[in-house]
């Protein structure tokens, strides 16, 4: 079994920069391998490859042949607040197209180290070397041979992590001025970021840079008082701290940084949590209306048809129904 695996920011503004040379040699890369007579297909094992610079690029091996396997996919560049780091993970089996997956992987690595890391269980030498199972135009190729080949030189050092755990971009970007201490007022209710978690308090002076809080200080509701920056005091209007071991699947959630607050769609992976998606605090209530419409919708799909009682609308002059008696509506 060979597995290969990535992880990149879509919003650093490297990978931005890159992603038009990533598509394009992405491009030559599949038109290099198909050359030695791999065939590379859509991400079903199907069609076409995905290159397209505004959704991303995806393909697989020859399903035809039985010789796909998981498919390979990046995503385009995007803008999410705070940069989420996505990550992706191929087990190829040493396939064909796995010389395809491994080319563009370190060509990608190449062109933005900034933004793009990859670790494979494969080791850098075999990376090297090509497999006595591909046609034999392609057994003496290999990822490292077709970048050099095709673009600045075969790369010496290894880009390859032997983990992407906890792996964390940093971005050039300035970083944006803390919040103004006139945001706030003596009684306001706020959390803070006291060791290590964020705890709820209340504001008790203001200061020219700084704001002091008298907050709880762990879980017998002891409280300590001190002076913090802006940038680690928010408002607890609308937020309720919520222990991550209790998030699920869908909850919409309120994560924070330096800079402001953001929506999140949390997903939960087998061993973590990770923030998949990002959105602006004008959509909150456009997900959740449309979670709860898709709850009552699913329990409105289990109800026998001839069980679904409806009331009828109260008309003037009339009186209402009463809701213990609907009158079922004509379906």
Not at 9 to 14: D, F, N, S, V
Not at 67 to 89: K, N, Q, S
Not at 305 to 327: D, I, M, Y
Request: hydrophobic share 40%.
């Amino acid at each position: 079994m060979t597995t290969h695996s990535w992880a990149y920011q879509p919003g650093h503004p490297a990978y931005h920069q890159a992603w038009p040379t990533m598509v394009g040699d992405a491009r030559r890369i599949i038109e290099y391998v198909r050359r030695l007579g791999i065939v590379i297909a859509g991400p079903d094992g199907l069609g076409t490859p995905v290159l397209n610079q505004q959704v991303g690029i995806g393909f697989n091996g020859d399903a035809s042949t039985d010789l796909a396997g998981e498919p390979f996919t990046l995503l385009a560049p995007d803008c999410p607040l705070g940069h989420p780091v996505a990550t992706g993970t191929v087990t190829t089996n040493r396939k064909p197209y796995d010389l395809a997956v491994t080319t563009i992987l370190l060509r990608c690595a190449l062109l933005a180290p900034e933004a793009f890391a990859v670790a494979s269980d494969a080791s850098w030498s075999q990376w090297g070397s090509g497999s006595a199972t591909w046609p034999a135009a392609a057994t003496r190729h290999s990822s490292r041979r077709i970048v050099a080949d095709l673009f600045e030189g075969r790369p010496v050092a290894s880009p390859l992590r032997e983990s992407l755990a906890g792996i964390w971009f940093a971005t050039a970007t300035a970083e944006p001025s803390p919040p103004p201490v006139r945001r706030f007022e003596a009684g306001q209710p706020v959390h803070v970021h006291a060791y290590g978690n964020w705890r709820p308090g209340i504001v008790t002076k203001l200061g020219r840079t700084r704001v002091t809080v008298r907050y709880t200080r762990n879980g017998a509701g002891e409280t300590a008082e001190r002076a913090f920056p802006t940038t680690e005091v928010y408002s607890a209007e609308g937020i309720a701290l919520v222990p991550v071991d209790q998030l699920r699947d869908g909850d919409v959630v309120v994560t924070v940084n330096a800079a402001d607050q953001s929506v999140a769609d949390v997903r939960h992976g087998p061993r973590r949590q990770r923030v998949v998606a990002y959105a602006n605090a004008a959509e909150l209530a456009v997900q959740r209306a449309q979670y709860e419409a898709d709850l009552a919708e699913r329990a409105l799909a289990q109800v026998e048809p001839e069980n679904r009682l409806v009331a009828e609308p109260w008309k003037p002059g009339g009186k209402p129904n009463s809701p213990h008696s609907p009158t079922p509506r004509p379906r």
